[in-house]
C-alpha cells in the first residue's frame, strides 16, 4: 500500500495536506501553511471520542524530508519547521519516524526527530532494532545502514557490539569499517573478538585490517582459530598466542 493509501479512498482534510506536503511543485507558501495544519494535529491529543490521528499527521509530514526545493533557504525553513513540530508529537510521533528510519533513503532527519522524541537511553535500543532488520548483503545505496553505524558509533551501550558484529562481515566495506569502529570503543568489545577474528580471515580492506588489529594489539586480543588464515598487512606480525603485533617503528 503506497503512503497515501492509509488515509482510505475518501480524501479527508489531513490526505489533502499531506499531499500537498509531499508535493516539491506546490507553491511554497500552499505547502508551508499544510505544514502548519498538520503539526497541529501531530501535537494535539484528540477531544471528545474524535478520532486520533497524530501519527498519520507525523508520518505525512516526514515526507518532506524525503525531496528537496529551490531555493535552498526555504527547503531548510520548511524542514526545521517539519522537525519542530514533530518533536513536539511525544511518543504518538515515534511509531512514524521508526518507519521512516526503515523506508526513507536518506534518514539523517527521521535520526535528528528520534532523538528529540526519546530519551537517550532509549534511542540505541530504537536504532538497534532498525539496524536489525538490515541484513549484509549488497545492495546499491547503503546509506541507511552506513547512517545508523555512524550514530552507533558515538554510543557507549554493552548491546551494540553483539548488534553490530553481523556487518564484520557486510559487503559494504564502508559498513564493515563503521561497524568494526561502533563494536570496539565498547567495554565488552572482547566478546565479539572471535566474530571480528572470523571476518578478518575473509576481509580484503587494509584500513578495516588495520583498524581491527590495532585494537587487538593493544587489548592483547588473540585472533584465536583464525590466527593462521588471516593474512595481516605488511609489517604485522603475530606472536605464538596469535595475538597481533604492529610494525617495528
Known sequence: MGFFG?????????????????NKRAQAPDRWESIQALGKIATTEPEGGAPDERADAVAALLERFTFNVDPTITDGEEKDEVFRWISGAGEAGVPAVRTALGR?????????????????????????????????EYERDPQRKLQLLGVLEQQRDPAIA????????????????????????????????????????????????????????????????????????????????????????
Request: glycine content about 6%; proline content about 7%; charged content about 30%.
Open 6 to 22: 492509509l488515509f482510505g479512498k475518501k480524501k479527508s482534510g489531513l490526505a489533502k495536506h499531506a499531499e500537498r506536503v509531499a
Open 104 to 136: 526513507h533513503e536518506s534518514i539523517s532527519w527521521p535520526l535528528k526527530c528520534l532523538e528529540a522524541l526519546v530519551p537517550g537511553e532509549r534511542l540505541n535500543d530504537e536504532l538497534m532494532a532498525v539496524l536489525g532488520k538490515m541484513d549484509t
Open 162 to 249: 553483539p548488534a553490530v558484529a553481523p556487518f564484520f562481515l557486510d559487503m559494504n566495506e564502508e559498513a564493515r569499517f563503521h561497524a568494526v569502529r561502533a563494536a570496539l570503543p565498547q567495554e565488552n568489545a572482547s566478546d565479539v573478538v572471535p566474530r571480528l577474528a572470523e571476518a578478518l580471515a575473509e576481509e580484503d580492506s587494509v584500513r578495516v585490517k588495520v583498524l581491527a588489529l590495532e585494537a587487538m594489539a593493544e587489548n592483547g586480543w588473540s585472533l584465536g582459530d583464525h590466527a593462521d588464515a588471516v593474512a595481516l598487512p605488511e609489517g604485522w606480525s603475530k606472536d605464538k598466542k596469535g595475538v597481533p603485533r604492529p610494525p617495528k617503528r
